[in-house]
């Protein structure tokens, strides 16, 4: 199983971003896929999350501004982030499991700088 993320980057507050998890090794379509973040110091946290039946759930810091998405043809999950804040500032990771086994994509870094 491989997560493949990407899109990250440093921004100014208010902005925008968009990251992509392209994964393969896995049924795409009937898994769970997951963003979550992890600021300096800071333990990792659930951003958001999309179930097979494209059911979402998100933390309460990013309601209204982020948003989850899957392409079951590209085996690809997005989130969308809109009005970015400086406290946004992590490394992003998409998670899945398979098996009970947990999978971890390698992160990609978003900076918002106020």
């Known amino acids: 199983v491989q997560l493949q993320a990407s899109g990250g980057g440093l921004v100014q507050a208010g902005g925008s971003l968009r990251l992509s998890c392209k994964a393969s090794g896995i049924n795409f379509r009937i898994n769970t896929m997951s963003w979550y973040r992890q600021a300096p110091g800071n333990q990792r946290e659930l951003v958001a999350t999309?179930?097979?039946?494209?059911?979402?759930n998100y933390a309460d810091s990013v309601k209204g501004r982020f948003a989850i998405s899957r392409d079951n043809v590209r085996n690809t999950v997005y989130l969308q982030m809109n009005s970015l804040r400086s406290e946004d500032t992590a490394v992003y990771y998409c998670?899945?499991?398979?098996?009970?086994?947990?999978?971890w994509g390698q992160g990609t870094q978003v900076t918002v700088s106020s």
């Open positions: 998670r899945t499991e398979r098996m009970g086994i947990t999978y």
């Open positions: 999309i179930t097979s039946g494209h059911f979402t």
